[in-house]
């Protein structure tokens, strides 16, 4: 009994889990962003928030990137992500699948479904190293930007996010 309550306490201790941090910026993700020449805001939770305009059709998309990070043994990375889908209602069913079935064709980044409150939302999110170069992170933007720009499209016909 001993050995299987040490196993589960190794276990639980190296399941990925967020850096400690307060609600203030990351120094890293304020110079990365300086240094590829992004302008953007910093929300309540000090994520980076950018909206990436001059997409197809004229269209804008907004995406975060989270201060607070992931630890997973000495690997630290930090989630970039996009909204796709807002609103009161679930995503249907058929949508959901479709955005599961898009995952096996990403070079990076996945769907996920997430509840906010009584709200419901498709989220983007890329993981990165925490220190990634501003040659990575600018990759992953667009990457983010442009994916959840196409699927918003493709799923609301809207440009709200």
């Not at 975060?64 to 995503?91: C, F, H, K, M």
């Not at 989220?123 to 699927?151: C, E, H």
């Amino acid at each position: 009994m001993k050995k299987v309550c040490l196993v589960s306490l190794l276990a639980a201790a190296c399941i990925s889990s967020p850096a400690m941090a307060d609600s203030t910026k990351d120094a890293r993700v304020d110079a990365v962003l300086k240094d590829i020449g992004y302008k953007y805001e910093v929300d309540a939770d000090g994520d980076a928030k950018l909206t990436m305009g001059g997409l197809s059709d004229g269209r804008s998309q907004l995406l975060w990137v989270n201060a607070n990070t992931n630890i997973l043994g000495e690997y630290e990375s930090r989630d970039l992500w996009s909204i796709a889908y807002l609103s009161e209602q679930p995503l249907p069913d058929e949508k959901a699948k479709m955005l599961l079935e898009k995952n096996a064709s990403y070079k990076v980044g996945s769907w996920s479904l997430k509840k906010y409150g009584s709200r419901y939302a498709a989220v983007f999110t890329v993981q990165v190293p925490a220190n990634a170069d501003k040659k990575a992170v600018n990759a992953v933007i667009m990457a983010v930007a442009l994916t959840g720009d196409a699927v918003e499209k493709e799923l609301t016909g809207k440009d709200d996010m």
